[in-house]
C-alpha cells in the first residue's frame, strides 16, 4: 500500500505565494508521473500541474507562469510553488502521483487526502 501526504496548505492574501509537498511512503517500487489537482466548492475536481520521472512538466493553463512543479525522487516527494496567488485559487489541494507498488504490478494511481488552500482579496 502507498500512501500520499500533503502538506502546506494554509490562508493567505491574494498576491501571496505559498508551497504545497506531498510525500509518498510505503510499498514503492517507482513512481511514475506525480502532480497535483484541485477542488473549488461546487466545481469538478481539476488538473493544475504534473512532473513526469524525468522532469518534464505539465500546467494547467490558468497557473502558467504562476505556479512551479518539481520533485525530489530520492525522497519520492512531489512540490507546488504557487506565487501571485488569485482569489480563485481557492480550492482543496490534493496530491497525485501514479506508482508501481509491487513487481509484477502495472502503475496505478494514488491519491493524497487533499490541503486547504485559500486565498483572501
Known amino acids: 500500500q502507498v500512501q500520499l501526504v500533503e502538506s502546506g496548505g494554509g490562508l493567505v492574501q491574494a498576491g501571496g505565494s505559498l508551497r504545497l509537498s506531498c510525500a509518498a511512503s510505503?510499498?514503492?517500487?517507482?513512481?511514475?508521473?506525480m502532480g497535483w489537482y484541485r477542488q473549488a466548492p461546487g466545481k469538478q475536481r481539476e488538473f493544475v500541474a504534473a512532473?513526469?520521472?524525468?522532469?518534464?512538466?505539465n500546467y494547467a493553463d490558468s497557473v502558467k507562469g504562476r505556479f512551479t512543479i518539481s520533485r525530489d525522487n530520492a525522497k519520492n516527494t512531489v512540490y507546488l510553488q504557487m506565487n501571485s496567488l488569485k482569489p480563485e485559487d481557492t480550492a482543496v489541494y490534493y496530491c497525485?502521483?501514479?506508482?508501481?507498488?509491487?513487481?509484477?504490478?502495472?502503475?496505478?494511481?494514488?491519491w493524497g487526502q487533499g490541503t486547504q488552500v485559500t486565498v483572501s482579496s
Open positions: 512532473i513526469t520521472s524525468g522532469g518534464s512538466t
Open positions: 510505503g510499498t514503492i517500487f517507482s513512481i511514475n508521473a
Open positions: 497525485n502521483a501514479i506508482v508501481v507498488d509491487g513487481m509484477y504490478n502495472p502503475a496505478r494511481p494514488y
